[in-house]
Antibody
Framework: EVQLVESGGGLVKPGGSLRLSCAAS????????MNWVRQAPGKGLEWVAS????????YYADSVKGRFTISRDNAKNSLFLQMNSLRAEDTAVYYC?????????WGQGTLVTVS | EIVMTQSPATLSVSPGETVTLSCRAS??????LAWYQQKPGQAPRLLIF???TRATGIPARFSGSGFGTEFTLTISSLQSEDFAVYYC??????????FGGGTKVDIK
């Protein structure tokens, strides 16, 4: 069974940093591209960042470019999102998501509150 | 950036009815469109990809259609578990991947 478990969310002050982690299991992690998608409270879905499995291609939404860094540790089946210079508008549930283009598997999300 | 627009924002329907949700792209996405369902407190679930292909385990009452800029998601004989928010998403030209604002289907 595919499982994606996020951690690392919490309350942080504007300008602060946070590092999210996603532990993947139930599939061969190195075979899949991975992503982060977020959802502000009561709002819709917003794509944040994507990273290919082994080639290292990385893409970011303009809203986070230069502040957020996506990375992965294939040996530990883990995906990360380093978030710096956080703003109030970054407050959201952050989902770790598998696949490319469209998303078949989602974690349960971790809440980041910037206040 | 391709802007995705969903309508209506809310649909009030009775169980057993058939509903049609609309999604419009600001430019052609050919068939590179997906639909998701999200229930309160849960992560989204993939329903449809390639505009009309049901994801694994999705009931046949969910069907998608469209090409280019106009797409629809039809839910036939609405069940109680279908009351949720539905999002469309294009993946024809990215970054960025973009989602519509969502349509909430609630009980009349």
């Amino acid at each position: 069974e595919v499982q994606l478990v996020e951690s690392g969310g919490g309350l942080v002050k504007p300008g602060g940093s946070l590092r999210l982690s996603c532990a993947a299991s139930g599939f061969i992690f190195t075979n899949y591209n991975m992503n982060w998608v977020r959802q502000a409270p009561g709002k819709g879905l917003e794509w944040v960042a994507s990273m290919t499995s082994t080639t290292g291609y990385i893409y970011y939404a303009d809203s986070v470019k230069g502040r957020f860094t996506i990375s992965r540790d294939n040996a530990k089946n883990s995906l990360f999102l380093q978030m710096n210079s956080l703003r109030a508008e970054d407050t959201a549930v952050y989902y770790c998501v598998r696949d490319w283009n469209f998303f078949g598997y989602w974690g349960q999300g971790t809440l980041v509150t910037v206040s | 950036e391709i802007v995705m627009t969903q309508s209506p924002a809310t649909l009030s329907v009775s169980p057993g009815e058939t509903v049609t949700l609309s999604c419009r792209a600001s430019q052609s996405v050919t068939v590179n469109l997906a639909w998701y369902q999200q229930k309160p407190g849960q992560a989204p679930r993939l329903l449809i990809f390639s505009a009309s292909t049901r994801a694994t385990g999705i009931p046949a009452r969910f069907s998608g259609s469209g090409f280019g800029t106009e797409f629809t998601l039809t839910i036939s004989s609405l069940q109680s578990e279908d009351f949720a928010v539905y999002y469309c998403q294009q993946y024809n030209a990215w970054p960025p991947l973009t989602f519509g604002g969502g349509t909430k289907v609630d009980i009349k």
